[in-house]
């Protein structure tokens, strides 16, 4: 690219500059020219005027006495400059033409003739049949200025070619040197080295692109944070459900096995199809929750108006040991996802070994599921939200808990906004309380409002 500037810029001065100087230097001469031209026509009428009178007076035709009389009309005027050659009958009485311009003899009226080889103005003046009058005027002076405005011109040309040549190295340097640092920033971020670079307080264009670098850099770096969290998440969840599927699958093989060998315990065959089948049941309920977990992460909410009483009665008509209390309000919300948020939540306190039934307590922009079961420390209650884990492994194993529906309440609740709040006492019970923001929320994928 620098290269490129710097070629281009002395590229212009070399069209430009000459071009322009070369038209001045030529105006200039032409004009001084015409001036002087102006001035040898009107000395050689002057000329012409006393030379023709002179004849006229002398009353002769020989050519000595024509000689004498055009001698005596330049010591007259002296036009000391000027010389004047006299023909009679195309033979010349003193000075003679040369053989290039032979001829302005063939001349029948007054003319002028610049003559840049010898640098001369010949005015030629036929006076009658027989006289020609010619003025040769030196102009030399005229193109030594010429030369020497060409010499200063060029001179020039290569002073002003230098002077850009410096100038655009630099130009062309300053913002080279500020691309190609972006460059090296570039190979950098490519490298997987941390960015180095300072944000640009210039408002030019190379300033702006390098904010919006930094910008874009700020960008990929949370992206591949996030996209390493995920991957993180993804294979702890992977590692949790290795592990909790071998439990359920060795049962099952195992129950399997005792089967296959067959004997006469009836009652032990029962019980190891029931293990087979709750088991299975365990599996599939893991595999169920998995499912929804995995499609909530890019799901859409179908947000609607309703009535959480309503809702919570088609919630809890699978469980109808669970007590609903509460006053009744209506909110914005995805109402499925809000059904299997608390259909989750009373799943999960039913299996705290609470010895009450589970308790729902509507309230403004939400609810609140109690239990008084074995409740949870603050450690664990910081836990309780992860995938696949428990308070209690040995006990959620033995009721058929896989440990994702909190996860998934939780999931959902921060779809629309919010956290979960969790308050437990070991031994009293727990509390996990859901509300919906105050605020309208628009989901970041579909822009709906939420609440």
Known sequence: MRKQIVTGMLLLILLILPALLYLQINQSFRLSVAKARENAEREETAVARLVSSEILRSRSSSNADTLKAVRDVRQQLGFEHMQILFYKDRSPLSIMLSEENSFLLDSKERTSYLSDNEE????????????????RSDFSEFYNMLRDQTASGLRFCLGGLAIATVLSLLISGRITRRLKTLSRS????????????????????????????????????????????????????????????????????SAARLIQKGGDMVEMREEMCDLIVKESRR???????????????????????????????????????????????????????IIHLLRNLISNAGKSGTLTPVRVTLHPRGFAVSDEGCGMTPEQISHCTEAFWKADPARTRAS????????????????????????????????????????????????????
């Open 120 to 135: 001369m103005l010949y005015i030629v003046h036929p006076l009658d049949d027989h006289n020609t009058l010619i003025t």
């Open 186 to 253: 570039a190979d950098a971020v490519r490298s997987g080295t941390p960015l180095a670079l300072e944000p640009s307080g210039k408002r030019d264009e190379i300033g702006k692109l390098t904010n919006a670098f930094i910008e874009m850099n700020k960008a990929v770096v949370q992206r591949e944070e996030n996209l390493r969290e995920d991957a993180r998440q993804r294979q702890s969840l992977i590692d949790a459900l290795s592990h909790e599927m071998r439990t359920p699958l060795t049962s099952i093989v």
């Open 283 to 337: 599996l599939a309920e893991m595999d169920e929750n998995l499912m929804k977990l995995t499609r909530m992460n890019g799901s859409e909410l179908k947000t609607e108006t309703f009535s959480m009483l309503e809702m919570a009665q088609e919630a809890l008509a699978v469980t109808p040991d669970a007590v609903l209390t509460g006053e009744d309000s209506t909110v914005t919300a995805d109402r499925d996802l």
């Open 400 to 451: 058929g808990g896989a440990g994702l529906g909190l996860t998934l309440c939780q999931n959902i609740a921060r779809l629309h906004g919010t956290d979960l709040v969790i308050r437990s006492t070991p031994g009293k019970g727990t509390t996990v309380e859901f509300t919906l923001p105050l605020h309208p929320l628009e989901d970041s994928e579909t822009s709906n409002p939420l609440s």
